[in-house]
């Protein structure tokens, strides 16, 4: 069992940055593979990055390559999303899960409750 609560969303300004925390409990944490998924208003939820349990394999969606980067602290128990060069249709709410390849996409087995992150123009 893993429970997942994120923090660090907010509003910011085009162009500005975050980094979204996501904290995890549970001793089988440095097993899973942890991703970060996002939601807006009226879309469905879509991925976002990977990262596996040491770190050493990333993924990214087309739409934030570049700009995001996934990282994890294994000791502190805590996966992280820095989000840079931030655009308004980045805006949603930013969800942390522990996942397992499906097969041809990313399936998340524990989710967290989400972080609003919302970017003016």
């Known amino acids: 069992q893993v429970q997942l609560v994120e923090s660090g969303g907010g509003l910011v300004q085009a162009g500005g940055s975050l980094r979204l925390s996501c904290a995890a409990s549970?001793?089988?944490?440095?097993?899973?593979?942890m991703g970060w998924f996002r939601q807006a208003p009226g879309k469905e939820r879509e991925f976002v990055a990977v990262c596996s349990w040491r770190g050493g394999y990333t993924d990214y969606a087309d739409s934030v390559k570049g700009r995001f980067t996934i990282s994890r602290d294994n000791v502190k128990n805590t996966v992280y999303l820095q989000m840079n060069s931030l655009k308004p249709e980045d805006t949603a709410v930013y969800i942390c899960?522990?996942?397992?390849?499906?097969?041809?996409?990313?399936?998340?087995?524990?989710w967290g409750q989400g972080t609003q992150v919302t970017v003016s123009s």
């Open positions: 549970g001793r089988t944490f440095s097993s899973y593979t």
């Open positions: 899960a522990a996942v397992e390849w499906g097969g041809s996409s990313w399936r998340g087995d524990y």
